[in-house]
């Protein structure tokens, strides 16, 4: 599978650099037009509650949520947004807002490590630990979720941890084949399974 053949290579691409700006200033401008009309500055802090809010909901109402983070309150912004399970997930967002020092230190440590740490994190799994790292610029972990699956042909209602680390490896194995990251892979991925290039 080719970006290229999908038509959306340079669209990936700037969705790459703007990951790895995130991650380096700790601020970034995403801008998901044409695909989506959304467009709006994200910090580190407002990427970690974006991750926790698509946990069984949709990239798009977390999109939705993240455009509408710091102008009001959680509770409001995640219920206007439309994401599912919105009174848990604003416990959990306040909770990993609090605990923010350990995501710096996470941060600190390379990929494996640093979602070692984050699965310390009420809100966040495997997926969603994996998720967060791609989106502040790391490239070497998969964010296994259902359109990932289903191009893998996997049928897989719940994830063990080895399963995922499993799945994660044979993603690792087709990236390389095709000379790619794990993270423009996914992004990719997406592209072919929905239309869409968002995050």
């Keep these: 599978m080719s970006c290229d053949n999908i038509g959306y290579s340079e669209v990936?691409?700037?969705r790459i650099l703007e990951f790895e700006t995130l991650g380096k200033k700790g601020k970034t401008f995403f801008d998901f037009r044409p695909f989506l009309d959304l467009a709006f500055e994200a910090t580190i802090e407002s990427e970690l509650a974006f991750c926790i809010s698509t946990a069984n909901s949709s990239a798009v109402s977390?999109?939705?949520?993240?455009s509408l983070f710091g102008?009001?309150?959680?509770?409001?912004?995640?219920?206007?947004?439309?994401?599912?399970f919105w009174e848990r997930k604003a416990e959990y967002i306040r909770e990993a807002l609090k605990k923010f020092d350990l995501v710096d230190k996470a941060l600190k440590?390379?990929?494996?490590?640093?979602r070692k740490e984050?699965?310390?994190?009420?809100?966040?799994?495997?997926?969603?630990?994996?998720?967060?790292?791609r989106n502040v610029g790391r490239k070497d972990v998969a964010i296994v979720d259902r359109h990932v699956l289903r191009y893998l042909g996997e049928e897989v209602s719940k994830l063990s941890k080895s399963k995922y680390l499993k799945l994660e490896e044979n993603l690792r194995q087709i990236a390389y084949n095709l000379k790619k990251s794990l993270a423009e892979?996914?992004?990719c991925i997406w592209a072919k399974m929905t239309g869409k290039v968002l995050k």
């Design 12 to 14: 990936i691409r700037r």
């Design 62 to 66: 977390g999109l939705k949520f993240q």
């Design 71 to 84: 102008k009001m309150e959680i509770e409001k912004a995640l219920k206007l947004a439309g994401v599912r």
């Design 109 to 114: 440590k390379n990929s494996f490590e640093a």
């Design 118 to 133: 984050l699965l310390n994190i009420k809100g966040l799994g495997m997926k969603e630990a994996s998720h967060f790292l």
């Design 185 to 187: 892979l996914d992004l």
